[in-house]
């Protein structure tokens, strides 16, 4: 069974920081990439950050300098440490991770940044 499991989300003032985490299991195949994606009420669900098996890492435009994504490829973990946090940043954000023929999603974890 496979699954997708995050933590670290919470509430925070702007300009602090959070640090996400991903733990997956039951995943058999190669993964390809492993990422961050969000949804604000309203919007649409945006890619974050995202890491491949060789180490290429790619960030959205509003992220950029201000979070890190890291990845354990023996442990199948993904992390996404948040610096700076806006509140713009306030979203349910998700784990994502892909192999060459399924893309699996984890239950989302809350980010609020308010004062």
């Known amino acids: 069974q496979v699954q997708l499991v995050e933590s670290g989300g919470g509430l925070v003032q702007p300009g602090g920081s959070l640090r996400l985490s991903c733990d997956a299991s039951?995943?058999?195949?190669?993964?390809?990439?492993m990422g961050w994606y969000r949804q604000a009420p309203g919007q649409q669900r945006e890619l974050v950050a995202g890491s491949s098996t060789g180490g290429s890492t790619n960030y959205a435009d509003s992220v950029k300098g201000r979070f890190t994504i890291s990845r354990d490829n023996a442990k199948n973990t993904v992390s996404l440490q948040m610096n700076s946090l806006k509140p713009e940043d306030t979203a349910v954000y998700y784990c994502?991770?892909?192999?060459?023929?399924?893309?699996?999603w984890g239950q989302g974890t809350q980010v609020t940044v308010s004062s």
């Open positions: 994502n991770v892909r192999t060459l023929t399924r893309t699996y």
């Open positions: 039951g995943i058999s195949l190669r993964i390809n990439t």
